[in-house]
């Protein structure tokens, strides 16, 4: 087997692996049970210690799914009575205790098994070494004559899936996924986390239950007598697997949307992100620990009283504050103000943006002024353009006259850019990230969308031809393809721009890398444990591909990013990657506020020192970090470029509706709202197409908010989710129209 996430296949053979050999070619299983699965055979069969789901495909390959797994021990195992929805459910018991599996299946699009197994300890009990619960099987259900590639595993607590692919037999692909949220009282109660739990050597994959703790010391036991869920898997097939890294990511997409379908949601409230907004300009312009003057100018500080000014920062800030202001019909004073120095960070000898001002060696001896950190070089350049494109002068020139050395340093390194590079001579300081393999990959993304704006303010084919070259020289990377989750959004964007452009479909396609690569590093199940109880981290990116926390200032970017894909891709996007989007925005939009330490309980935050400035729990600037294992949040510190985020949540999520009492919240993006009469809208979303979305309705200050009423193009009437005085709620279908009227 041949891996490009460095799974490889096992020089030694698995003692698992042995005798699972050995009871299927002895033919001495007993089944049980049978489901229907398309065109797959699924059979239940009792084994030697082993319940297992034999999947075949007849007479190309199959897989074998453990079940349950009861070493030592004698047991019994009968049919037991079966769930809405689930066609077959067992019982097992032994000595151990009681086994419950439930087998669920769907064929209503592609072929789906889930695989639930509880426990119920006969006496508190330590749970020892668990074996892997999946084995794909070759011609005469040989697992090792099954020859396959994976191409995508867990990476620490993100989601707990695996990707892989039949070479021989032709079986298919598979995406196996394992739902970490049903198994928090598992986590809880032994003090493990689900770090890698999901992934394996061919031919011995799937989830293996973590039985020590993040320190290294023996999990804690099980209480007797309750029921703790040790699995919940759930498996989705394609005949046909993908021969090329553009099929494989659109499957993927494809798949992962099919498994998102199995899962028990967590509740995406509304946010008041205008109120947040507003506290966060104040506290922009009045805290002394939120900016600096150099040159008589004014810098925002990248952290709370930490660090020193850079250029991502300033425009990071300035762009957020620009779309504020133009929702309010009016620029703020502080955008301005904020411009006004952007010329120091500009370097006439090198003719290009510096990320730090030129006074950096007297108040900052330990920052190297020479390096450039690849991704840092194009991202001040992307807002000076949004700026450009907006109309504003000062912007276009000081972009114009940065990009020719922006340019020379792509094709200089052939658009495979290293960590760190030397300014004047391009000399590598840090080539590769901590895996030892590759540059800082999706810059070509992040490139390539610069160009795409270049190319729209100066229609200079010069930057058409640049932005077509970072995307091609990206090919073939996979799911290596994500360094930094914004970056590779952006260039997902960059695709489907090129590909409206070029009407050349093999952009359009290779979005669905950078798709795949996001949502590969997404953290798909809500955890519960230790600080996380306090925070959701559900469908949250984690910022870096190895990172271990979510950090908000690459969430709202991913958020931004989303919405001018969706907005790119017309009818042909694959419905599975519209509704993942779609609900990752929405998710963003609730998961986001716990970044805001005011939020938060003051215990759980991290004590001691930050790695940068401090925590000041009475400023509206979130917190870097928020951690799914459960880790404290806030050891990073509190980073002010990431308040741009309540500035585009409340200028996506806000919409004026003229002469009513309220503004109109919702948390997915409208994709049309017309006025159908003076007190009727029309409003079309594009989310998935069986999510639900929330509009709600807030009352504007010295209004009354009248009674207003939803219904969906049907005519059908929906009711209101909830309804105060301040704010009624509906949940609509995030795909269609709906009508709302009111009084």
Not at 38 to 43: K, N
Not at 389 to 401: C, I, M, S, T, V
Not at 628 to 655: K, N, S
Request: proline letters at 5%; aromatic letters at 10%.
């Amino acid at each position: 087997m041949t891996a490009n996430i460095g799974l490889k296949a096992q020089e030694t053979t698995s003692p698992y692996v042995l005798a699972l050999r050995e009871e299927l070619a002895a033919g001495t299983m007993r089944r049980i049970g049978q489901a229907g699965l398309g065109d797959l055979d699924a059979e239940i069969c009792e084994g030697t210690d082993s319940l297992w789901v034999i999947v075949r495909r007849g007479g190309t390959g199959g897989l074998a799914i453990r079940a349950a797994y009861l070493a030592a021990a004698d047991f019994e195992c009968r049919a037991a009575s079966t769930a809405a929805g689930e066609p077959l459910r067992f019982e097992i018991r032994s000595a151990l205790g009681r086994h419950e599996v439930a087998i669920g299946t769907s064929q209503a699009d592609l072929n789906r098994l889930c695989v639930r197994t509880t426990f119920r300890p006969a006496e508190a009990m330590r749970v020892p070494f668990l074996p892997r619960d999946l084995y794909p099987l070759g011609p005469d259900d040989e697992p090792l004559a099954a020859k396959g590639n994976v191409e995508a595993a867990q990476r620490g607590v993100n989601s707990g899936l695996i990707y892989f692919r039949f070479e021989e037999p032709q079986f298919g692909s598979v995406l196996y996924f394992q739902d970490l949220t049903r198994l928090n009282p598992y986590f809880r109660a032994t003090g493990t986390v689900p770090s890698g739990v999901v992934g394996g050597e061919w031919p011995e994959l799937g989830y293996l239950p973590p039985v020590t703790t993040p320190d290294g010391d023996e999990a804690g036991p099980l209480p007797a007598g309750e029921e703790i869920v040790l699995s919940d898997a759930v498996l989705v097939f394609r005949d046909q697997a993908g021969d090329n890294e553009l099929e494989m990511a659109r499957q993927f997409l494809q798949m992962l949307g099919t498994a998102y379908k199995t899962l028990e949601l967590p509740e995406a409230g509304y946010r008041d992100w205008l109120w947040r907004a507003e506290r966060t300009l104040d506290d922009l312009e009045s805290s002394a620990e939120a900016t600096v003057r150099h040159y008589g100018n004014r810098y925002v500080m990248p952290y709370t009283k930490g660090e020193v000014p850079d250029a991502m920062v300033q425009m990071t800030v300035i762009a957020a504050l620009h779309d504020f202001g133009r929702w309010r019909g009016e620029p703020l004073p502080i955008e301005a103000e904020l411009k006004r120095g952007l010329g120091k960070f500009y370097d006439p000898e090198v003719k290009t943006l510096r990320r730090y001002l030129p006074n950096i060696g007297k108040f900052a001896e330990d920052k190297d002024p020479d390096a450039v950190d690849s991704w840092y070089l194009y991202h001040p350049m992307i807002n000076l353009a949004r700026l450009a494109l907006d109309g504003d002068d000062q912007a276009r020139n000081l972009l114009l006259k940065s990009i020719d050395y922006g340019i020379r340093a792509a094709r200089h390194f052939k658009y495979k850019w290293p960590i760190l590079y030397n300014i004047h001579d391009f000399s590598v300081i840090t080539k590769a990230r901590g895996d030892h393999r590759f540059g800082e990959t999706d810059t070509n993304g992040i490139y390539a969308y610069l160009m795409m704006q270049l190319y729209q303010l100066t229609s200079d084919e010069t930057y058409l031809e640049e932005a077509k070259a970072a995307i091609d020289a990206a090919r073939g990377l996979r799911f290596d393809l994500m360094y930094q989750a914004n970056l590779t959004m952006w260039g997902a964007v960059a695709c489907m721009r090129l590909w409206r452009i070029t009407e050349d479909r093999d952009y359009f396609d290779q979005s669905y890398v950078y798709l795949a690569g996001l949502l590969h590093n997404c953290e798909i199940w809500k955890s519960e444990i230790g600080a996380a109880e306090h925070y959701s981290n559900f469908l949250g990116a984690t910022c870096l591909h190895d990172a271990p926390y979510m950090a908000l200032y690459e969430c709202f970017e991913c958020f931004a990013g989303i919405e001018e894909y969706l907005l790119n891709s017309g009818p042909d996007l694959e419905p599975a990657a519209r509704m993942l989007l779609s609900e990752f925005c929405r998710y963003a939009l609730d998961r986001a506020w716990h970044y805001f330490p005011d939020t938060l309980p003051a215990d759980i935050l991290h004590k001691g020192e930050q790695q940068s400035g401090v925590i000041d729990r009475k400023l509206s600037f979130p917190l870097e970090d928020l951690y799914g294992d459960g880790q404290a949040p806030g050891q990073i510190g509190q980073e002010i470029y990431g308040c741009g985020a309540a500035f585009v949540f409340a200028t996506r999520a806000l919409h004026v509706v003229e002469d009513a009492p309220f503004r109109l919240f919702c948390n997915h993006f409208i994709r049309a709202m017309e006025r159908t009469g003076n007190r009727t809208l029309s409003i079309r979303l594009d989310g998935g197409e069986t999510c639900v979305a929330l509009i709600s309705l807030v009352r504007l200050p010295r209004r009354k908010l009248a009674r207003a009423s939803m219904m969906t193009a049907d005519g059908d009437a929906l009711v209101p989710h909830h309804h105060a005085d301040d704010r009624i709620d509906f949940h609509v279908p995030a795909d269609g129209r709906v009508i709302l009227s009111w009084e």
